[in-house]
């Protein structure tokens, strides 16, 4: 039981990543080492933000601790999460082709370095255990709206780099870029304030995504039949 709880906890990390990139197309541009490249500039960008972190807010560590919640500090730390916006365009622009190549290229790697990093400890450790705990299976899910979500970013900041995009979506472009950094500060805001359980919340964190994702794939359409990709 303890093996079938843990290979459906991979099942449900991991699938999700290996169907995005085998039938999304971009595997046929030979973007699995673009995707790797992407995966090291998620590790680069994070340890530069954890120094950040370190040398701004050294007591950051010691306020949380404490149980004191200081909005302003908040929103200070996440701004430091604007440096994964840049990440992203770096790992945007090493990739050739067409721009849907380029944005999938990027997410999938950025996303899955993340994935690993974040979830792969938790589920050996955890979902191994002895007995079956929901929480898991959440943390399994969050993984996937973080897919979604990191499509999202980078189809904006490709969007952003196009000196062809039309005027209108400019400032939807930047507006959604510059809330990008506070998305999960705003959610758990949210969540605090109406009491949401944390499935309710994950519902919240994949309506948002998908809002978000949605509204970029609408102005992309646009600019592809506008320069005929």
Known sequence: MTLYHFGNCLALVYAPYHMAYKFSGISEYATFSKCIYAGGLYIFTQLCKML?????????????????????LEILKATVDLADLLGLYLAINSVPGK??????TAAIGWASAEVIVTRSVLLWVGARGSEFDWKYVRSCAESNVALLQHASTAALVWLWTRSDLPKKHYPIVMALLALSPYRNLFEDAVASVLSLSAWTLLAVRAIHASAVGLTALAMYAVLAQQIGM
């Open 52 to 72: 950040l972190l370190a040398t701004f807010f050294p007591d950051y560590d010691n306020t949380h601790a404490s149980g004191e919640y200081d909005v302003f």
């Open 99 to 104: 721009g849907h190549a380029k944005i999938l």
